[in-house]
């Protein structure tokens, strides 16, 4: 068989590029985006806070909300494993972009949303995510309690 054959037989049988769930322990790049087997997926419909994103408590103290963004995740993950992935698409950084679950079956975007670490993104998730938004803000959770820039305004400012 030659090369180029073999190449793109291996490429079409890889999980994420043949539209199949990635399914394995999750390592947490940053509020919205983890690893599996080496593949970087983009949780679809939210936007979490940036690493240096900063965000202002109850007092108005400020602290770095996407930091504890990504924390929050890792720690929510590790609970319940492995964690699986649906593939939706792939973004314009060649990333997969899916729907995630724990093992137990809890949503992943949706509990990052209902707990004020990330917010529902409509021009991604068409509202999938906005009652889980509206419960977060209305019980002043995560970066509810206090104020913020939504990540896509915080990105568009700084350049990003």
């Given amino acids: 068989m030659n090369k180029v054959l073999v190449i793109v037989l291996i490429f079409l049988?890889?999980?994420?590029?043949?539209?199949e769930p990635l399914i394995g322990r999750a390592s947490v790049i940053d509020g919205d985006t983890i690893e599996i087997h080496g593949?970087?997926?983009r949780l679809n419909g939210i936007d979490a806070p940036e690493g240096r994103q900063r965000c202002q408590d109850a007092r108005g103290k400020d602290?770095?909300?996407?930091t504890i963004a990504a924390n929050a995740l890792a720690d929510f993950l590790s609970a319940s494993s492995p964690?699986?992935?649906e593939f939706i698409e792939r973004d314009r950084y060649r990333r997969f972009v899916g729907r995630c679950f724990?093992?137990?079956g809890k949503d992943v975007q949706a509990w990052?949303?209902?707990?004020?670490?990330?917010?529902?993104?409509p021009r991604y998730s068409k509202g999938a995510y906005a009652s889980d938004q509206e419960d977060a803000k209305r019980n002043r959770r995560g970066m509810w309690a206090g104020s913020f820039v939504p990540p896509w305004e915080w990105r568009r400012n700084r350049g990003s």
């Fill in 102 to 104: 724990r093992a137990d």
């Fill in 13 to 19: 049988a890889s999980p994420a590029l043949a539209s």
């Fill in 39 to 41: 593949e970087r997926i």
């Fill in 63 to 66: 602290y770095r909300c996407g």
């Fill in 112 to 121: 990052l949303v209902r707990n004020g670490h990330a917010l529902d993104w």
């Fill in 83 to 85: 964690t699986r992935c």
